[in-house]
């Protein structure tokens, strides 16, 4: 009989074992914590280096071990110190594709205990400057595409920048990233604390500008040692209580397919594969075809992406003619899956089974996981949770909770993986983090036996394919334009996507605008998945309730009913 959930989480975190838990306070409030995780990334990290010769990045022809990693972690890190003056919490932003180097930059900038600043790569130079400035970056670390992007910026703002994989001059205040590293350089000797930051990822922002999520390197790191307490317990399921260290005939191996610049290609992709051994293999840009054939090629065991992903790799035309029998794990998060995808995935792989995980970049990723036969047998829901993240509803109204299980509220969680607030917001941060409890924004329950259900969302938000959409940033862009009488952004069902981004519009009286218009001008202005696809024009002003509010459901529902697409 298979071991119960509960019964296998409590022998994993019992007193002696690996991911033994204790209490301890962080700014006042009483959290619960792996004991034997490492306080800082700088520790965390440090365990590449016991095992040198064993491969560790892939990157289209390039191999990497992990001792070449580490030596060029090294060199960039003497390099931050000693030509650039980076000290601790000095804040040094990343800005590009999935390239070794994003890797390596982070591992070096967390080492050193300077601040990790992960900047969107779609960011367009408003948003990039914006990401700069507001951090108070010292250094950017950028490819060719987002040097360029940056150039007016630097120069403005008096940043230096360190260009990678780039080719020719550079812009002012620029250089080479093999122009400045020192060959066989030593990682600077830096103390560091647990409660010191470590990161800041940026979110959109309800208000029309991203904000700055702040982690500490504890929060990382147990955040990090969360995931493999969660797969240490469903290991012990699957032995029937009996713990073995006998694994799949392919050693472990991910492929990124998800952007470092977010939370879970940063934290239970990246992090997780540095510290355990296993094999990551990069993806340029997110291709099915040549997903499918790098997971052949490689024998990739875990799939990792956004329920978009999954999707795209059943549908494509190669699938039925690639070998992906080395898959164990394929799923994800950042968006709700259908559960006709759930079934989908666990009969069109022969190995693969199904998982999702509900994890914000507030969390650092980490919260409930569904896999295998619990998400056959629970496709809506999205798993449970472990004993150091607390995951209960409170009523949206009032605030008041935990509410009884079964009741409908705003899901909120408390644990040690949490930020500790908004980079230079501190209301944001009071309204998000209350009383130790930090309000997801989303709508949802949670069952007898412990599975969270997410069924809507509080916050003005758009999801697509995994990418957050506030709804007021994007109206924000829209009415910087001068026809623009009156705007309002909302999401429309997509298959594929999610959610697609739509917008109604009344025009100024006199003037005239069309959707390609529109889209052309907030290109220049915000990412491109921002720009709303869908775009229709009233004859009047937009409809309203009794307060004057526009009516947005009213809006999505008229579109829904009315478009052939949806």
């Keep these: 009989m298979t071991l119960a959930y509960d019964e296998a989480v ?51 022809d390039e191999r990497w071990t992990f001792a070449e990693v580490m030596a060029r972690v090294d060199e960039i890190a003497a390099m931050l110190v000693h030509d650039y003056g980076v000290g601790k919490g000095d804040r040094v932003t990343i800005a590009m594709r999935n390239y070794p180097e994003w890797v390596m930059s982070f591992a070096a900038i967390t080492s050193i205990g300077a601040i990790s600043v992960s900047a969107n790569a779609w960011w367009t130079a408003e948003e990039l400057e914006y990401g700069l ?91 990090l040692f969360g995931f493999f307490c969660r ?36 934290i239970p992709i990246m992090l997780s594969t540095f510290t355990t051994g296993a094999k990551l293999v990069m993806m340029y840009k997110w ?63 022969s190995r693969g089974r199904p998982s999702i995980g509900y994890g914000m970049t507030e969390t650092n990723a980490y919260g409930p ?9 629970h496709p809506t829901s999205t798993g449970r949770s472990t004993p150091i993240l607390q995951v209960e509803v409170f009523d949206v109204a009032t605030g008041e909770g935990p509410l009884p299980r079964g009741v409908q509220g705003e899901i909120c969680f408390k644990g040690p993986t949490l930020i500790r607030g908004y980079w230079n917001k501190p209301e944001a941060t009071a309204e998000t983090i209350v009383d130790g409890w930090l309000r997801s924004g989303d709508l949802g329950r949670i069952d007898a036996d412990g599975f969270v259900y997410v069924e809507d969302r509080a916050k003005d938000m758009i999801l ?31 298959e594929r996507l999610g959610e697609e981004v739509a ?22 202005h915000i990412a491109p998945f921002k720009v709303p696809s869908i775009v229709t024009f009233h004859d009047d002003q937009l409809p309203r309730n009794a307060s004057g509010k526009i009516l947005k459901k009213d809006l999505r529902a008229e579109h829904t009913e009315t478009s052939p697409d949806t």
């Design 369 to 377: 996981q569904n896999s295998g036969d619990d998400y056959v047998s």
């Design 231 to 266: 797969a240490t317990a469903e290991q012990l399921r699957k032995a029937d209580g009996v713990a073995t260290d006998d694994g799949p005939a392919d050693k472990p191996c991910f492929i990124l397919c998800v952007p470092l610049f977010h939370v879970t290609g940063c």
């Design 133 to 223: 400035t507001d951090s108070g970056s010292k250094v950017l670390i950028a490819d060719r595409e987002r040097i360029d992007r940056a150039a007016e910026a630097l120069v403005t703002h008096g940043i230096d920048a360190i260009a990678v994989r780039a080719e020719g001059s550079l812009p002012e205040r620029a250089q080479h990233l093999e122009d400045v590293l020192t060959p066989g350089a030593a990682m600077p000797d830096v103390g560091i604390d647990p409660d010191d930051d470590a990161t800041i990822l940026y979110t959109s922002g309800t208000t029309g500008f991203p904000k700055g999520a702040v982690s500490s390197n504890r929060a990382v790191v147990q955040a």
């Design 503 to 524: 917008v109604a519009v009344y025009v100024r009286p006199g003037a005239e605008l069309t959707a390609n218009e529109l889209q052309r001008f907030l290109a220049e």
């Design 287 to 349: 291709n099915p075809e040549r997903a499918l054939e790098l997971i052949e090629r490689e024998r990739v065991t875990n799939f990792v992406g956004v329920p978009t992903m999954s999707w795209d790799l059943l549908e494509s035309p190669d699938f039925a003619s690639r070998d992906t029998s080395s898959l164990l794990s394929v799923g994800g998060g950042g968006a709700p899956a259908p559960p006709e995808l759930v079934k989908r995935v666990e009969s069109g792989f």
């Design 464 to 494: 697509r394919a995994g990418e957050n959409v506030y709804c007021a940033e994007v109206e924000a862009a829209i009415y910087q334009h001068p026809a623009v009488y009156e705007a309002s952004v909302f999401g429309v069902p997509h």
């Design 10 to 60: 409590a022998q994993v975190t019992a007193a002696g074992q690996a991911y033994e838990t204790e209490d301890i306070e962080i700014s006042g409030v009483t959290v619960k914590v792996f004991k034997n995780a490492p306080g800082t990334l700088r520790d965390l990290l440090s365990v590449a280096r016991t095992r040198p010769d064993q491969e560790y990045l892939v990157y289209e």
